[in-house]
C-alpha cells in the first residue's frame, strides 16, 4: 500500500502558539494555511488516492478538502489519528513544554497523554492501516503524529529523538506500507 502522510496546513493556533486537541474549538486554516494545502494539492494532483483519513480536528479535514479537489475521494475520520492530548488546549505550546521538561516521553499533566501514550495510538492506527485494501491513501494528521510516521517507516529514531523531528505544514511523506 503506498500511503502519503501530511501535517494540516497552517492554522490560526500555529500563528497563535497554541495547543488545541479539542474539535470543538474555532482552530482553522489560515489564508497561508489554505495556500499550502492548494501547492500540495497540485503536486498530489496526478496520484490515485483511494480515500483520504484524517483527524478529528477540523484543521485536517480543511486540509484534505483542498487536497480532494484532484481527486473526489471519501473522507473519513479515525481517532487514533488525533493530536497529542496535551493537557493545556487554548493554551501556550511553551506552557506545555514546561511542564513536560523533566520527563518529556512519560508526564501526563493535566488528564492528557504522555508522549508514549500517544505513540502507542499512532502505532495502533498504523496497525489497523495493515488491514485495510486501498491501494494509496493519504492520510492528514499533525506534527506530533507525523514525528511517529516518519520514526516508523524511517527506523533508527529513538523515543528520545521524537521531538528532533520537523515536520512543516503541509509537508508530505510517501511511505509503503506492507499489508498482511
Known amino acids: 500500500m503506498d500511503i502519503y502522510f501530511m501535517r494540516h496546513g497552517r492554522t490560526n493556533y500555529n500563528d497563535l502558539g497554541l495547543c488545541n486537541d479539542d474539535p470543538s474549538r474555532d482552530v ?12 500540495a494539492a497540485l503536486a498530489l494532483r496526478d496520484v490515485a488516492f483511494d480515500r483520504i483519513i484524517v483527524s478529528p480536528l477540523p484543521r485536517t479535514y480543511q486540509t484534505a478538502e483542498v487536497i480532494n479537489c484532484y481527486h473526489a475521494v471519501p473522507i473519513e475520520v479515525h481517532p487514533d489519528l488525533a493530536d497529542i492530548r496535551s493537557g493545556f488546549d487554548g493554551m501556550p505550546v511553551s506552557d506545555y513544554f514546561s ?10 499533566v493535566n488528564g492528557g497523554e504522555s508522549l508514549l501514550d500517544h505513540k ?3 502505532l495502533r492506527f498504523i496497525d489497523w492501516l495493515k ?3 486501498d491501494k494509496t491513501l493519504l492520510v ?8 511517529v510516521f516518519v ?3 524511517e527506523g533508527g529514531v529513538k523515543d528520545d529523538q521524537l521531538r528532533d523531528i520537523h515536520v512543516g505544514n ?10 498482511a
Open 170 to 179: 503541509c509537508e508530505y511523506k510517501h511511505y509503503v506500507l506492507n499489508c
Open 151 to 153: 520514526a516508523y517507516f
Open 131 to 133: 488491514e485495510q485494501k
Open 140 to 147: 492528514v494528521a499533525h506534527e506530533e503524529t507525523m514525528r
Open 99 to 108: 511542564a513536560i521538561i523533566h520527563d518529556p516521553l512519560r508526564i501526563c
Open 120 to 122: 502507542q495510538r499512532v
Open 28 to 39: 482553522h486554516l489560515t489564508e497561508v494555511g489554505i495556500e499550502q494545502a492548494k501547492l
